[in-house]
């Protein structure tokens, strides 16, 4: 494998493969609770540039589920991060934010949807990454749509699995 690029060396602590270690929880006023596995994969080429794949999936049955692809770059020379993100819900974003140590604190700055997105609409998104003092990666997702305020929907923890 190529170096890692020394653009993004500050985001090092993501690369790798995660896997949630507990199921993760899943809320939205509109919804019932429910709860999903999910792995994520953080990888490089050398370019300024890290490429990730989260891939959910149902707990017991490991049916697919949700899944996000995307890039993260960093502005170089300062603290702020930027991911764009495609979901296969068909809702396109780039979420920005700062990584302060091995914490990334992300909203969305622009989102789009395909023309035939079925309703609610997502307006907006917030999300924090915080690699814990015990080596588990967390995630925490909270989203506004068209008919509920800026509210938790994700809540789950990793651990490596390589
Ligand atoms: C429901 C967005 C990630 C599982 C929803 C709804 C929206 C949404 C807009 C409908 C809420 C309503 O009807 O009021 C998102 C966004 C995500 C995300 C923007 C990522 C940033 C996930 C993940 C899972 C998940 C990772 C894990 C399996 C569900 C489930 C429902 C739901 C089970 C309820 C049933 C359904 O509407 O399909 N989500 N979601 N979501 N989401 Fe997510």
């Given at each position: ?9 500050a985001l090092d602590w993501l690369l790798g493969s995660w896997e949630s270690d507990e199921p ?139």
């Amino acid at each position: 494998a190529p170096p890692l690029n020394p653009a993004v060396l500050a985001l090092d602590w993501l690369l790798g493969s995660w896997e949630s270690d507990e199921p993760g929880e899943g809320s939205f006023p509109t919804i019932p609770p429910f709860r999903y596995s999910e792995t994520l994969h953080f990888t490089h080429v050398g370019q300024p540039v890290i490429n990730f794949m989260f891939n959910a999936s149902h707990v017991e049955s490991k049916k697919p589920m949700h899944r996000e692809c995307g890039f993260i770059r960093l502005q170089p020379g300062t603290n702020r991060v930027a991911f764009i993100i495609a979901q296969n819900s068909g809702l396109v974003e780039i979420e920005e934010g700062e990584l302060t140590g091995q914490q990334l604190s992300l909203k969305t700055h622009a989102l789009a949807r395909t023309s035939f997105a079925k309703e609610p609409h997502v307006q907006q998104i917030s999300r924090e990454f915080r690699l814990r003092g015990d080596g588990k990666l967390e995630q925490t997702v909270s989203m506004a749509t068209s008919d509920q305020p800026l509210m938790q929907h994700l809540h789950i923890t990793y651990r490596r699995s390589s």
